[in-house]
């Protein structure tokens, strides 16, 4: 069972960044899908979750990202999307794709918004 986090970078103030989460070992269509973040000497913050296709993919939000950022899942490619949008450097911080009913964590991946 492992979670793969890739696209993070840096970036200007008001750009976009696309992470991407792949999946493999588990039923990946029948889990709900989470992304946390994790600024330097924080701990770990809820960004945003989508439940499994079979709830209707329901999308929550923490509020520093509502309206900013949006996730979605593609069952095909067992993979989960951070699309981020006027990026702020408070969101720099290491992103981490979750798997909240199986405590399965990737390895993370900078997110760095900086000019």
């Known amino acids: 069972v492992q979670l793969v986090e890739s696209g993070g970078g840096l970036v200007q103030p008001g750009g976009s960044l696309r992470l991407s989460c792949a999946a493999f070992?588990?039923?990946?269509?029948?889990?709900?899908m989470s992304w946390f973040r994790q600024h330097p000497g924080g701990g770990r913050e809820s960004v945003a979750t989508?439940?499994?296709?079979?709830?209707?993919?329901?999308?929550y939000y923490g509020n520093s990202v509502k309206g900013r950022f949006t996730i979605s899942r593609d069952n095909a490619k067992n993979t989960v999307y951070l699309q981020m949008d006027s990026l702020k450097p408070e969101d720099t911080a290491v992103y981490y794709c979750?798997?909240?009913?199986?405590?399965?964590w990737g390895q993370g991946t900078q997110v760095t918004v900086s000019s």
């Open positions: 979750n798997v909240p009913q199986l405590s399965i």
């Open positions: 070992g588990f039923t990946f269509s029948s889990y709900d």
């Open positions: 989508i439940t499994s296709s079979s709830i209707g993919g329901i999308t």
